[in-house]
């Protein structure tokens, strides 16, 4: 990953130097071709710019790296050596029946939270959107989960789904036993649950904006071609907001990708017996509490993988049209 | 008029629905003892501040609140400064590689950080001995990429002729950024730090496996620890518990109720269109 700012930035170049729209004769033609006309943005851009490299570009090299050696914690300033292994993680990872879990978990989870984020923040969004009274402490009723650290709004699901939580004693003879939290079967669509919930809102303020963008004029045709309220829904606003559509998805399956503080906290690290752990939970576990930083790597890298492909998949269908 | 009366009732079950656990929270943390009955939901009595004094007696509470500011703070100052630069470089500068330096951009909000966790705790951990240090908490969030963008689009709004003019006037690049510039996109400087304090005041696993000192840990981390492993020995568990998720949740709520205005769907809906 090369970032072109490493070509010297000319503190000494006087401000404003480049900014005429076409280069008098008398410039540095050549500089201008290697810098660009206004070379201060390099100066201004690169503080950005060694930030990505030392936070992602160089640690997405020394991922790679890693899974592919042997790679131990060693003690600082120490020598060791690290031989390279090849594939040896990945097949160690892939052959791992708790990593395996923890992506089937990943699907278990998308399969639930994708659909209906996107159902519920349309449909919510079209009801705001129309709405003329008490849209600004709507939009904020929307949004505060969104906002809220995970941690604390763990706490009251803590509370909400416990044995004897509210929603146990709300349910009589009809609470599910073993308990939400603590039941295998249970545990993944609590979780799933609660992050659609707690981005909602955000999704909402994304459909809004997208709504904006549907032209009237549509939905005028279609009332003089006599649509209904839910044809024109069908046909002009689904439609209209295909490309928000898209990136709900993409930022869905993101969120599932990064999963750790819900399968932590609300199912007590991923369980009852792994069924509700998460790849980055699964990652923490080998890499950090069990120091092999190898094969918690070669899961960054495929997870990396993994999210690429999907937002390639999905730009390629979004460009279909 | 039914339908209008479908709409409302449709979207004040959803502002219910999303706004009830937060009324849970705050009544659970001033009961005395859990009552976790329907009626429980609305307490005729026996409310107390105990838990609060439960939570800050197992962690302490104001340190807590100071590392989450001081991490939060170092977060938005870095973006802020940085942050600005750098969108008005990729919006109003041609220099050699800010094509690369864009594309590069978009392309780190789809590979989140979490991903890069055992590469970014071996560096910074292992390497640099950042352990348990502020340094150690900011430098991954340092600068936020969705505000650079924010940055970027607001100062791509500004018409040319104000720079123009600026420039033929003999001001310098910086100085047309700081007087020119940044008044006009002042909304942007708001919406941005909202936007940027989410993440460390909310972060949970990269301070949690920086910070293994209690007195250095953000308040997400102390309370997880404490719902994680010491719930079990204070009095009323949920109680405590619940007190500080309402001393965690707090500053955030307050803070997006209050700017609720720069908060909207155009400003969002152009912060993330990457």
Do not use: C
Not at chain 1, 22 to 50: D, E, H, M, N, W
Not at chain 1, 263 to 291: C, D, F, H, R
């Amino acid at each position: 990953m090369s970032i072109d700012t490493s070509t010297a930035p000319r503190p000494g170049s006087r401000p404003g130097e480049g900014a005429e729209p076409t280069p008098p004769p008398s410039a540095r033609p050549r500089l201008a071709v290697l810098l660009g006309r206004q070379p201060l943005g390099i100066v201004f851009a690169a503080p950005y710019a060694l930030f990505l490299a030392a936070v992602f570009a160089y640690p997405l090299g020394l991922a790679v790296w890693i899974s592919f050696h042997d790679y131990f914690f060693a003690a600082p300033g120490a020598t060791v050596e690290r031989p390279f292994v090849g594939l040896d993680n990945y097949t160690a990872v892939l052959g791992d029946p708790a990593v395996r879990e923890s992506f089937v978990n990943v699907a278990e989870f998308l399969v639930i939270n994708v659909p209906l984020t996107v159902v519920l923040s349309l449909l919510l969004a079209t009801a705001l959107n129309g709405a003329v009274r008490g849209r600004a402490l709507l939009r904020v009723a929307y949004y505060v989960p969104y906002v809220t650290a995970s941690v604390a709004l763990v706490a009251v699901w803590l509370f909400l789904f416990a044995q004897d939580g509210m929603v146990n004693e709300a349910l009589g003879p009809l609470a599910p036993d073993p308990s939400w939290l603590v039941n295998s079967a249970l545990a993944m669509p609590v979780i799933a649950v609660f992050v659609t919930w707690k981005q909602l809102g955000f999704f909402v303020l994304l459909y809004l904006a997208a709504l904006q963008n549907v032209p009237k004029e549509l939905y005028e045709s279609a009332a003089t071609d006599g649509a209904s309220r839910f044809r024109s829904f069908w046909h002009v606003t689904v439609p209209g907001v295909r490309p928000a559509t898209a990136l709900v998805v993409i930022l869905s399956t993101i969120t599932g990708a990064n999963l750790f503080t819900e399968p932590y906290l609300l199912t007590n690290g991923g369980g009852p017996n792994g069924a509700s752990t998460s790849p980055v939970l699964v990652m923490y576990q080998k890499g950090i509490e069990q120091g092999s930083p190898d094969t918690a790597a070669a899961i960054g890298v495929l997870l990396v993988l993994g999210v690429l492909a999907i937002s390639l998949v999905n730009k390629k269908l979004l460009e279909k049209d | 008029m039914a339908r209008s009366w479908l709409r409302y009732l449709t979207l004040f079950a959803g502002a219910l629905f999303f706004v009830f656990p937060f009324y849970y929270m705050v009544v659970g943390s001033l009961q005395e003892s859990p009552d976790t009955s329907l009626r429980g939901a609305v307490p005729s009595g026996g409310l107390t501040l105990d838990n609060y004094a439960a939570i800050n007696d197992r962690v302490n509470l104001v340190q807590s609140l100071v590392n989450s500011g001081i991490f939060t703070g170092g977060v938005i100052l870095g973006t802020i400064v940085f942050g600005v630069l750098a969108g008005y470089a990729l919006a109003r500068l041609h220099f050699r590689g800010r094509g690369t330096l864009f594309a590069v951009m978009l392309l780190v909000q789809i590979i989140p950080f979490q991903l890069l966790i055992i590469p970014i705790y071996v560096m910074i951990v292992r390497s640099y001995g950042l352990a348990d240090s502020y340094l150690g908490m900011i430098l991954p969030f340092a600068i936020n990429s969705t505000a650079v963008f924010v940055f970027r689009q607001f100062f791509l709004q500004l018409p040319e002729e104000l720079f123009s003019a600026a420039r033929l006037d003999g001001a310098g690049e910086l100085r047309v950024l700081w007087s020119v510039a940044l008044p006009l996109v002042k909304p942007a400087l708001l919406t941005a730090t909202l936007l940027t304090f989410i993440g460390p005041w909310n972060e949970f696993l990269w301070p949690f496996l920086v910070t293994k000192e209690a007195d250095m840990q953000p308040l997400a981390v102390s309370l997880a620890n404490f719902i994680d492993n010491m719930a079990g020995r204070a009095a009323n568990p949920y109680g405590a518990i619940l007190a500080g998720a309402v001393v965690l949740a707090a500053p955030a709520v307050a803070l997006f109720v209050a700017f609720q205005k720069h908060f909207t769907a155009s400003d969002l809906g152009s912060g993330v269109k990457g």
